[in-house]
């Protein structure tokens, strides 16, 4: 079975063909993982045995004449800051390198009971802090398209997993743009839902009005199908939505007509790479071309994102984070005297930089005296943010933009410039802000041969109409490059 580009549709069908098996097809990516994972460093932890015990019980499942669930043997990897029973998440950081959950994430279980595979855990930044992938204690992940380059991130590992053929499909979570932004540096779909529109529950908290899990996929209805799955209340998650969950793949008709597509001026400024722009355009261009009607809109509070989501974001990590005291579960120090200075120790030696940064920078906007300052302030300008997508929803359907103001960079290019690193999610947080859905699909190429993508907004909880302009795209506009990898032909 070559598994190069194969899809859960693909899958689908030739395992209703009879022209292979779920074990043939973990095998084959258990293989492929071993052959190319030593390079990229998708993976922090692989369950070989357990997935093809699971595949087993599939294969034996179909043979009785069990029909196909919507994910029956679909090979899915998941975020390690996303808890599966039995199986280490570690969130790539020193101090959970040996937690072990005693329950699955619902969007976990959601996948379980729809048929999927769990392959294994994906590496990421540490607790989800960065858009590089270079903040993982354990090892860096490089992009599949050209190894000297980043992945993106925070979900980087997930989405080089998918572009570099390691899974099927991937959990990612996004927290300022951690599922899009890499997704469109590793030439991949990922979406990020509205916010409430998948359970948190299981999810290890960074930004906890902010977070979101949602899918990494090869095509738009792969991500639809993985959304209906995971997608719905949970009692377990009191922010979790009552909304109804639409069927996202009966909303993949083609059809542009009608659809107004919004432009805002404030994405296409300073700090804009111009081939990303010129892809980015062109893109916009093809909409219309398809029958989309374009117009020019306006976000005018979107220079104030960058300074309002790092207040936002690492006030809630600070208090997020504070659990983490060597007492319950985690690292613990070896080298402390009394509780003070055990407090202190684990926590220094247990979390990076990063992580320390923004623990610092969230426990000082949330002190006395600074309050009212930074984080009041901070969710005053949220709220202008939110009434600039509702006014300019007013006038479109989506709204479409670059996702990322560059392609993937080198290795080390940002790591002693926060402000520059943090800069690449300029597109990407407003979602996050305003709690609206968002989509990344490529639609072009850099003369260096990297992804470019195209990221196409919201309205909240409309994510049907969303999916169904990404759709409309990829069918008319295929992307039908693949990174140049050793066993490329498995």
């Known amino acids: 079975m070559n598994i190069v580009g194969l899809t859960i549709e693909t899958l689908h069908r030739a395992l209703q063909a009879g022209e292979t098996t779920v074990r043939e097809v973990c095998e084959r990516v258990l293989e492929r993982i071993d052959a190319l994972d030593g390079t990229i460093g998708a993976y922090l932890t692989v369950d070989g045995e357990r997935a093809l015990q699971r595949a087993d019980a599939l294969d034996r499942e179909r043979r009785e004449g069990a029909p196909l669930k919507p994910l029956t043997g679909v090979p899915i990897a998941i975020k390690d800051n996303i808890c599966t029973r039995q199986l280490r998440t570690s969130c790539a950081s020193r101090i959970l390198h040996n937690y072990v959950p005693p329950y699955n994430a619902t969007a976990v279980e959601r996948l379980l009971d729809a048929g999927a595979v769990i392959i294994g855990k994906t590496n990421c930044d540490e607790f989800a802090m960065g858009s590089s992938n270079e903040n993982s204690a354990f090892k860096i992940v490089r992009n599949p398209w050209n190894p000297e380059r980043v992945p993106g991130g925070s979900s980087g590992g997930s989405a080089a997993a998918v572009a570099a053929d390691l899974c099927v499909a991937a959990l990612g979570s996004d927290t300022g743009g951690s599922i899009r932004q890499p997704a469109s540096l590793c030439g991949v779909v990922g979406l990020k839902p509205t916010y409430g529109r998948v359970s948190r529950y299981g999810l290890v908290a960074f930004g906890s009005s902010l977070d979101q899990i949602g899918p990494i996929t090869k095509t738009v209805r ?106 319950r579960y985690g690292y613990r120090t070896a080298r402390a005297g009394n509780l003070r200075e055990m407090y202190r120790r684990t926590r220094d030696e247990g979390f990076g930089a990063e992580v320390k940064r923004r623990i610092m920078l969230g426990t000082y906007v949330l002190s006395a005296g600074y309050y009212d300052a930074y984080y009041l302030k901070a969710q005053k300008v949220r709220t202008l943010i939110q009434r600039d997508f509702t006014q300019a929803f007013a006038q479109c359907d989506v709204i479409a933009g670059p996702t990322s103001p560059t392609v993937a960079f080198r290795l080390g290019e940002r790591t002693d410039d926060p402000l520059k690193m943090y800069l690449s999610d300029i597109y990407t947080i407003t979602a996050n802000l305003a709690a609206i859905p968002g989509i990344s699909i490529p639609c072009g190429l850099s003369r260096d041969g990297l992804p470019i993508g195209l990221q ?28 140049a990898l050793e066993m490329s032909g498995s």
């Open 222 to 327: 792969d991500a639809a199908r993985v959304l209906r799955v995971i997608a719905g209340r949970d009692w377990h998650d009191s922010t979790s939505s009552n909304h109804e969950v639409a069927d996202y793949e009966a909303a993949l008709d083609g059809e542009l007509k009608g659809i107004r597509v919004g432009v805002p001026r404030e994405y296409f400024g300073q700090g804009l790479d111009e081939e990303v722009k010129r892809a980015v355009v062109m893109a916009i261009d093809r909409l219309a071309d398809l029958g989309a009607e374009i117009a020019e809109i306006s976000l005018p509070h979107t220079e104030y994102a960058i300074a309002c989501y790092y207040i936002i974001a690492t006030a809630e990590a600070s208090s997020n984070l504070a659990r983490y005291d060597g007492v």
């Open 456 to 483: 196409l907004l919201g309205r909240r909880f409309d994510e049907a109409t969303l999916l169904r302009v990404a759709h409309a795209y990829e069918q008319a506009y295929p992307f039908e490059h693949k990174p």
